[in-house]
């Protein structure tokens, strides 16, 4: 196939992807508005036909070339992980106190993971 058309797959469904989770964010907090505008299965389904496609599709012969890690990587990972943890809180701040437990847990696992994926060799 096609280097052009793989590219197309593999582009395209990370951008569907990243707007569909930014739709679904957004419909956490908004639920009527969101849905008013797009029905989200229709989204969901458009986004796993080309995640299939990227996947029977891949890419060949391109390598990322690793760059080493600056100030600026880590304080977008620790800026993440604390608006992670915000985001959980306002979802669950009413169960009460357990809500700053699985907050706080929930932002230190995003900043774990996200450190480890930053410090891999491969």
Do not use: C, H
């Amino acid at each position: 196939m096609n280097k052009l058309i793989r590219q197309i797959f593999n582009y395209s469904f990370q951008i569907m992807l990243f707007l569909f989770l930014l739709i679904l964010l957004l419909k956490e907090f908004f639920p009527t508005d969101v849905s008013l505008m797009i029905n989200i299965n229709w989204f969901m389904i458009a986004v796993i036909v080309l995640g299939i496609s990227s996947i029977l599709f891949p890419l060949k012969g391109i390598r990322q070339i690793k760059k080493p890690s600056s100030w600026r990587d880590y304080l977008l990972i620790l800026f993440l992980g604390i608006l992670g943890a915000l985001l959980i809180f306002l979802k669950l701040n009413n169960l009460g106190r357990i809500s700053y437990f699985i907050s706080i847990l929930g932002g230190l696992i995003i900043i774990l993971l996200s450190w480890i994926l930053l410090k891999e060799k491969d």
